[in-house]
């Protein structure tokens, strides 16, 4: 294992730390365990506070999305483990301003458990809480049983649109709705070449040949569609399209946000390789792309590979995608 | 048969010194079909609880609460909430009730099975943990109150991962794996096992 | 070779295409070649232009920099191959305002070359230039021997501070004196862990063993100055250091912006870990730190390893390190 | 002996033929020690002039314009900079002049080192291809009207190269691999006797 770290064990919680160090306008830690992260200046009263969790390893997800205009707190988990239900309970109780929390998250089994057993003991409490999965994974089941899908990259869009809705001072039935209507517009798959290691096992993920891809992969390396000899970008982006525009039905004038993510080691310069093929592409379809965003949102830290998400926009996603929001890895202005 | 909220703490800490007993098996089995946490989450849970019950229980409610909460701090992973909520459910149950009877195991394990199938989403027969709390229903089911309860536990456990063996799992980070679990050992069924203790 | 890439001779261009259809906002290509990435809406009249250039593959580095205070254009040439004399001087003239030239580039003996010529050329024609060569990587050379040192991810910070200087209308030899400030009062250091490979030549860069590292080593490989046992975060953190601020002397009170900067394929998580040490010891010093800078932002590609910078500040240069500038990777409002 | 721009125009397209065909030789010796790009860079140059020179030059300063012009299009490598720079002198130097005495080589080679050597940064001595250039000067300094030119120049360029064998390279991106480099041939060095064409 090849990695800039120090015990193994203590990789997530030191991450948090640099994290808030570096950035300490954006993120304060709290909770028992340190594994709350929150906005600082805490929740803002009258508003609806989000909040996501997950693991550890995704980063900037979901830590790093916390800030004006995106998520109030955050549970971590370690490195690819969901957060515990007792920080998912402290996560809310700080995102609380009064007016409700939306848990906003991926849809994985133990996450899920954890966050809903949480929002049911705030509720003897007296907290409201809704819940919005996203589950824009087209890779991990058929358009039949999405709510079997995992949560992939694409979920920075329900973040952003969501926490543009609460910004706004939404309510907590009018957040949920637009978080759950920008789930809904989103598809992701992503494609892997090299495995990452989790600091605590010590080995990598899965195995792949010099020579293999493996399409609709997933973040802690689930199996995906296929696996097959590397194939140019220009083919491997027409597939991840094709599938992702699949189930969106796009037509002559539709708008959607693209978003081309690194999982991890996969540079820049391939991104926009792929990128370039998805434009020229989605142009031909005439197909308006607004605010494309090509770099690191969602990752498995040191994996190679990448992903595509696409989000559908009427005017109000649009609208919402378009607010102001800041955080240490992404702003919009 | 009946127990106090004395022999409660007891059992919980017993239970607890299984689960970190088991761990290092527990943690190889989950590495085969899952993430390999089963164990340690499972230690991080012992750990907690014993922690927390420091024998000052007035109800075997309290310290089901107490044990619920330990669980709930202490993992991500899914058998530590499963647990939770199972601690929970006791909780809730037996909440105000100074002493437990045998005759209660099998209508609160009823109400345990239904709170984890809507928690996890899951029903019975998708090889977990559920399906062991099942088998184990059913022989506390009628209880003679002579018999030797760990023994009958443990039995039934141990039969149900073999009923299970060859079928595959339908739900968890197993299910992606559905092929390959056929003929390997739910390592949550396997925890359940060894939380009720083996049998001598 | 694993990449994703279509025909390796492409990958610069490729990747320059997709940056501009992703940012158009921001960037535009021209040149014969297509190898000139300048800004938007062309030079700003009556404002000294910044040019910078160098090889493909380090993205942010160079072209990504251009943007309102930032750079003006630049030339790009193949990975990791400097660009050609022509491009150099094209460059040059798209982004001359009427009011000159800096040149602003890392000191690599092609790329000078090449920028001396094209500024005698263009010298013939009129156009006033001047050049500000970054030598930041204290690894590459003693001090006695500043002018042989490369130029590594440090030079953003010349890059930020003098495009501040001539948005905010100073003449050029006011721009370049204060270029030069900055290059002279920054120091970076790199280590590798995994090289990146080169997709024209479709071999890795170096060869490291499983369980080794190098220290200082160049963002081309270039060899290091000690190649060992990988060590904890924190030891090698500490050693970088220490090699980058021995030359500042930091006291007491003193101020300085940090860098700690992804190769590529090290993870965000891993960089805060090292900038947790860093922060520790610095403020155990009572250094304080102005803006840190965590995350990619002069790569190799697919490379594992990281690179810390230090500048040291005075009021000047925080004034303009800290002044408005944008581009598609790094903002400061 | 004397040359017009005709003569010109032919030479600078057989040192181009030149180029292209030690491709693959240079490529392989820049490896060695380099990034390995020599040869491409020579071909980029080569392609380009011969695009250029379309035997229209009036004079032969037009024509090593020309050739300088397509050097500095062709590539970021040092080489095709230091030929791009070597190109503009001539064109400078001889700028005007209708033709080109062989007595003009001498000094025009000086010059040519002396500004290589400014944009370089380098020195005679440090192994580069700036040493052949060198050996070259000195071979046809006091030239006999009647001597084999080509064998004179490329058995100098030739000589130049064991002579430097030996030694380490100084400069450029040879000079990380100092002692490795002892031993092995400059690659610029290598492309200089290529380039003056092979003694047959
Ligand atoms: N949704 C579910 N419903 C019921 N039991 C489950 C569920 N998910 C997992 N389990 C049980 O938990 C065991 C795995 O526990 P653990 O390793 O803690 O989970 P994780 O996959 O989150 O790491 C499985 O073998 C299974 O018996
Ligand atoms: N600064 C310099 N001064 C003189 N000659 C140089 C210099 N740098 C490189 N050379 C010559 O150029 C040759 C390498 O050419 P090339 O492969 O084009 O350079 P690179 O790829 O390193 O930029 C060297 O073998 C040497 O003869
Ligand atoms: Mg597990
Ligand atoms: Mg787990
Ligand atoms: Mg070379
Ligand atoms: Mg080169």
Same sequence: chains 1, 3.
């Avoid at chain 1, 549970?75 to 402290?90: E, L």
């Avoid at chain 1, 543009?164 to 598809?187: E, H, P």
Wanted: charged share 20%; net charge negative; hydrophobic share 45%.
């Amino acid at each position: 294992m090849k990695k800039l770290l120090n015990n193994p064990d203590n990789y997530a919680d030191e991450a948090l730390d640099g994290m808030c160090l570096a950035h300490p306008e954006f993120y304060q830690r709290s909770g028992d365990t340190g594994r709350i992260i929150h906005r600082t200046g805490g929740p803002i009263k009258g508003r609806v506070g989000i909040v996501s969790g997950g693991g550890s390893g995704h980063l900037p997800v979901f830590a790093g999305y916390v800030g004006p205009g995106l998520l109030d707190a955050c549970s971590v988990g370690n490195v690819f483990a969901g957060p515990s239900v007792a920080d998912c309970m402290d996560a809310m109780k700080i995102a609380d301003g009064g007016a409700g929390v939306l848990c906003l998250y991926g849809n994985y089994g133990g996450d899920r458990m954890n966050f809903d057993m949480a929002g049911e003991m705030l509720a003897m409490e007296g907290l409201a809480s809704t819940t919005v999965l996203v589950a824009d994974d087209v890779a991990s089941a058929q358009s039949a049983e999405r709510d079997k899908r995992r949560g992939v990259a694409g979920m920075i869009y329900p973040f952003k649109i969501a926490g543009a809705a609460a910004a706004s001072g939404g309510d907590l039935a009018t957040v949920t709705v637009i978080a759950q209507k920008a789930a809904n517009a989103c598809r992701s798959i992503g494609v892997a070449l090299w495995p990452c290691t989790v600091p605590e096992a010590g080995k990598p993920t899965f195995e792949i040949a010099e020579d293999e891809l493996e399409m609709g992969m997933g973040i802690h390396g689930e199996p995906g569609i296929w696996r097959g000899k590397l194939r140019p970008a220009d083919e491997i982006a027409a597939e991840m399209l094709q599938r992702v525009s699949d189930e969106l039905d796009l037509v002559k004038g539709d708008r959607v946000s693209v978003l081309v993510n690194s999982l991890g080691a996969t540079p820049h310069e391939e991104l926009f390789i792929l990128y370039r093929h998805i434009a020229n592409a989605l142009a031909a379809k005439s197909v308006s792309i607004i605010m494309p965003l090509v770099g690191r949102y969602a990752t498995s830290m040191e994996m190679t590979g990448a992903s595509l998400s696409l989000i559908k926009l009427d005017a109000e996603l649009e609208q919402h995608l378009k607010a102001p929001a800041r955080c240490a890895f992404w702003s919009v202005a | 048969m009946s127990w106090t909220a004395d022999d409660i703490e007891t059992w919980l800490g017993n239970c607890a010194d299984r689960m970190t007993q088991s761990a290092p098996e527990l943690n190889t089995l989950d590495g085969q079909l899952g993430d390999g946490d089963l164990g340690a989450t499972l230690q991080k849970c012992a750990a907690l609880m014993k922690a927390g019950l420091l024998g000052t229980a007035a109800l075997p409610s309290d310290a089901f609460k107490t044990a619920a909460g330990a669980c709930a701090r202490a993992s991500g992973s899914s058998f530590g909430t499963l647990l939770a909520v199972a601690l929970l459910v006791l909780a809730q149950e037996t909440a105000g009730k100074p002493t437990l009877l045998v005759q209660d195991m099998a209508p609160l394990l009823e109400k345990i099975i239904a709170a984890l199938m809507l928690r996890g989403r899951s029903k019975l027969g998708d090889k977990t943990a559920l399906d062991s709390l099942e088998a184990i229903r059913l022989a506390v089911s009628n209880l003679q109150d002579a018999e030797d309860l760990q023994l009958l536990c443990s039995a039934a456990a141990e039969r149900a991962i073999e009923d299970f063996r060859m079928r595959p799992n339908l739900i968890g980070r197993a299910r992606m794996f559905a092929e390959k679990s056929v003929g390997l050992a739910d390592p949550g069924m396997v925890a359940v096992a060894r939380i009720v203790g083996r049998a001598a």
